[in-house]
């Protein structure tokens, strides 16, 4: 079983780690809040506590989204199985059912094409292109690889 770290750009990494110390901010304020707020001066005990508990439940869900998001980000490889994690959101793929890979040179995107006249583009390290296609290859002999590369330009007059 051979997995592919997804890779995210250095932009999407950085609002991602924002997100992770803007909720560990939240959960701090949170519990700040509670030490120091007189629940016995509200006129309804109900609505504070319901209301810390909301926030609560927003920075730990942030938090556990953001932190699936680098840590269980990859596509696998499994026998006859395709399986892409997306943090917490999974997917999986029967082998069989690929019908072409394309990677194209143009824009630098490696598609995966599905019989059901679906795809997906493939986000990993341009250095393991040809072995994620390889090891998919291997997974299924029946699946067609094309490349479409950049055109000549020396044709063009200037």
Not at 115 to 124: G, L, R, S
């Amino acid at each position: 079983m051979k997995t592919y770290k997804y890779k995210f750009t250095r932009l999407i990494k950085i609002f991602i780690y924002v997100g992770l110390v803007l909720s560990a901010i939240a959960l701090g304020f949170n519990t700040y809040s509670i030490c120091v707020y007189d629940f016995a001066s509200s006129q309804n005990i109900v609505y504070p506590i319901l209301q810390y508990c909301l926030m609560y439940f927003v920075a730990i869900l942030l938090f556990i989204v953001l932190l699936s998001l680098l840590i269980s980000s990859y596509y696998c490889i499994d026998g006859k199985t395709f399986k892409t994690s997306f943090g917490i959101i999974k997917s999986k793929y029967d082998v069989d059912k690929i019908q072409s890979i394309l990677l194209d040179r143009n824009t630098n995107k490696l598609s995966v094409y599905f019989d059901e006249n679906t795809f997906i583009v493939i986000v990993v390290k341009e250095e393991w292109y040809e072995e994620f296609i390889g090891d998919l290859l291997h997974a299924n002999r029946n699946i067609e690889y094309s490349i479409t590369s950049k055109e000549n330009d020396s044709d063009k007059k200037v």
